[in-house]
């Protein structure tokens, strides 16, 4: 027998064990499922909904399994969710890799894998957190991918194994869960965890609905199991409707699942009041939970792409329904797909700021430029190959975000061969963020030149488990970027939600450069207005400048600091000319960054670091860690303010030599003259000074 074959007659055997051992809950031969759910079920519906007429008359007639039957019949032949269903699929003995690991319970989330085991009873733990013993391990088993992966196993092949096992884990999960908490009228409890916890509730019913309709015409998929899920997406949707959270990521992610459930069973009685909770949500998010520049409020990419994902499902499933959907919907939507196409590199990849990952948004953008017809999307993503090329200088700023990425250049073409002479930083001079995701990380500037990182953000590691105390004592912390702490004080975590647009004359983007400035202060000093200000000059397409200014009213203080490398990056400190060299491992692109402060204390490129604490780790996506460089400059300050500048040349051919020196400052001490020597090994020296704002 092959592999393959016994995979499949492994999955069979635990099935017949899980089936007869594990769920002896209702004849086998019935479509009625079992109580509580039965009940559940029969009180949602309308009977007097089209097509339930058969329904109506067994329930007349106190007839269950006969109200059963009908209401299995029902939707096997009803005319509702067309874009759901699917002819009936010839049986085959064939197989779908993606599925077979399901088979045999094995799951990979985060990039971690695990087989989860089964209880004496043959039931699936639910509760199993995987290997790092991480709760979001098991709340991503509980949110039910894998039943779609087996409904399209089953309708590619046929092969009546995968609607078998589908059957078992739907019936496993359900009963195992039972009915929601009954919490406050806010939140539900959170020992009910992670069975029913309001993000994963909401996802689920966007999943189910895949699975329901395209178990249809399967005979393997019994149907007292499809009302088993027909009940619970009832109870799911009341559960969603009772309960809200305030995180605009998981209020978007449940207005999905309602409108999703309302959609797929208009025969509920209930299903327009979904319908209308979720659509009234969403709205609410893109009011209150994004600004007017398209820039969800948490301050973090990932989370930003996710919202923008669920209302976009809305709105799709709404257009396949034909349904309703408020005008300003569409606008609200589109203005955040426009925030995640305008910060992608080169390469397509976002922003890594806050609880993100590093996530490539390339066919997200090519798919939504079409949704939405923008040419100028399809340009990004394609990097010139589609599309037509933005309008006006290659940086963009969202003010109410306060974030700004600044471009040498619109990305050229992605073809074969294609040199890649792009350079991408982003920079945060907004608030912190409107929920737990935010990091402290005002004033960080991430560098990425050449299709290379080379300054990077922290990550975020784990949220629970093994990894998370990277994330809690390092990565959400200011000394997690690249920023300048004042006495080891951690920033200020306000304002959490910006009240408007950063003022016009905080920035300014031209056809020969940017200019963008900021400042934070620092939690626990005693005196309230000891802070860090730092603005950014982008002479476009040769180098930014990077001045600081610590004011502090200490008579003596210290400051530290912080850049933080890639870990395909080395990093080289000449203290002669006050230069750190940065030097790809794998080619000859590099990045100098000069100092014009001549002396500092003490200079250390940590990597890896574990005590005296955390630092020089790197996280690009969710349980993930590397070691990388963070170079730590310390120096002592007097009270008043102290000035130091940071010329940074990317260069594709070599390392820059350069000399960088803070010219004058000005009377009023919020701005300063920079000049800069900088030679290039492909160029002549040049020099040139700058007036850079503080504010």
């Not at 949110?143 to 992966?149: S, V």
């Not at 907004?430 to 929920?435: L, T």
């Not at 014009?596 to 940590?606: A, F, G, H, K």
């Amino acid at each position: 027998m092959t592999t393959k074959g016994l995979i499949l007659l492994g999955a069979m055997c635990a099935l017949l064990h899980q089936v007869t051992t594990a769920h002896p809950l209702r004849d086998s031969d019935s479509s009625c499922p079992p109580e509580p759910f039965r009940t559940a079920l029969f009180k949602a519906l309308n009977a007097s909904y089209p097509g339930l007429a058969a329904y109506a008359a067994a329930i007349q007639r106190n007839d269950v399994e006969g109200a059963c039957d009908a209401l299995a019949k029902y939707y096997e032949d009803a005319n509702t969710d067309a874009w759901l269903r699917h002819a009936t699929v010839p049986p085959s003995n064939t197989y779908a890799q993606a599925a077979d690991a399901v088979l045999q319970d094995h799951y990979t989330y985060y990039g971690v894998s695990a087989v989860v085991p089964r209880l004496p009873s043959g039931r699936l733990d639910w509760n199993f957190s995987g290997p790092n013993h991480d709760v979001q391990w098991s709340l991503a088993l509980n949110r039910h991918f894998q039943f779609g992966t087996l409904t399209d196993a089953w309708l590619a092949t046929g092969n009546a194994t995968y609607a078998a096992f589908l059957d078992a884990l739907v019936e496993d999960w359900i009963t195992f869960a039972g009915l929601p908490p009954q919490g406050s009228s806010k939140y539900p409890p959170e020992e009910y965890y992670p069975d029913w916890v309001l993000l994963d509730a909401g996802i689920r019913m966007g999943v189910w609905p895949i699975a329901f309709f395209g178990m249809q015409n399967s005979s393997t998929f019994r149907r007292s199991t499809l009302l088993l899920m027909a009940a619970s997406s009832a109870i799911h949707a009341e559960f969603l409707t009772k309960y809200t959270v305030p995180t605009s990521n998981w209020v978007a992610t449940i207005a999905y699942g309602l409108a999703s459930t309302a959609i797929a069973f208009p025969e509920f009685t209930a299903s327009s009041t979904w319908y209308n909770v979720g659509l009234t949500r969403a709205a609410l998010v893109l009011h209150d939970g994004v600004y007017p520049d398209g820039v969800e409020t948490e301050m973090t990419a990932h989370y930003h792409a996710v919202a923008a994902n669920s209302l976009d499902k809305i709105l799709e499933v709404c257009i396949l329904a034909e349904a309703d959907v408020p005008k300003s919907f569409k606008g609200g939507v589109e203005g955040m797909f426009n925030y995640l196409a305008y910060t992608m590199d080169s390469k397509g990849f976002a922003p890594l700021n806050g609880d993100s990952d590093l996530d490539n948004n390339t066919a997200l953008i090519v798919e939504q430029s079409r949704v939405f017809n923008r040419s100028d999307w399809l340009f990004l993503a394609t990097g010139g190959a589609q599309g037509v090329l933005p309008e006006g200088p290659s940086s963009t700023m969202f003010t109410w975000a306060g974030q700004i990425i600044m471009r040498n250049q619109w990305p050229h073409e992605k073809a074969a061969g294609t040199t890649d002479t792009t350079t991408w930083m982003w920079f945060s001079i907004g608030p912190f963020g409107s929920s737990g995701h935010a990091h402290m990380d005002k004033l960080h500037l991430s560098l990425r030149a050449f299709g290379l990182d080379f300054l990077v953000d922290s990550g975020r590691f784990a949220y629970e488990g093994d990894m998370a105390v990277y994330l809690h004592t390092y990565a959400a912390l200011t000394q997690g970027h690249n920023v300048v702490m004042l006495n080891g004080k951690q920033q200020v975590k306000t304002p959490a939600v910006a009240q408007g647009p950063v003022p016009a004359s905080a920035w300014n983007i031209t056809d020969a450069y940017d200019a963008v400035c900021g400042n934070v202060s620092f939690d626990g000093l005693t005196a309230a207005d000891d802070f860090h200000a730092r603005s950014i000059h982008h002479e476009r397409g040769e180098f930014f400048v990077v001045l600081d200014r610590m004011y502090s009213r200490a008579a003596a203080a210290t400051m530290e600091t912080f850049w933080h490398v890639h870990p395909n990056v080395t990093t080289t400190w000449h203290a002669p000319s006050s230069t750190l060299f940065l030097q790809s491992k794998f080619g000859s692109e590099g990045v100098t960054m000069v100092s014009s402060l001549q002396q500092w204390e003490n200079v250390s490129i940590v990597r890896g670091q574990t005590k005296p604490v955390l630092q020089g780790w790197y996280s690009p996506t969710y349980s993930e860690k590397h070691p990388n460089d963070a170079a730590i400059f310390t120096r002592s300050i007097n009270s008043g303010s102290t000035y130091m500048a940071w010329v940074i040349l990317p260069s594709r051919s070599g390392l820059e030599h350069a000399t960088v020196t803070v010219s004058s400052i000005d009377s009023d001490g919020n701005g300063a003259e920079v000049t800069v020597h900088y030679n290039t090994t492909s160029g002549p020296s040049d020099v040139k000074t700058i007036h850079m704002k503080l504010c």
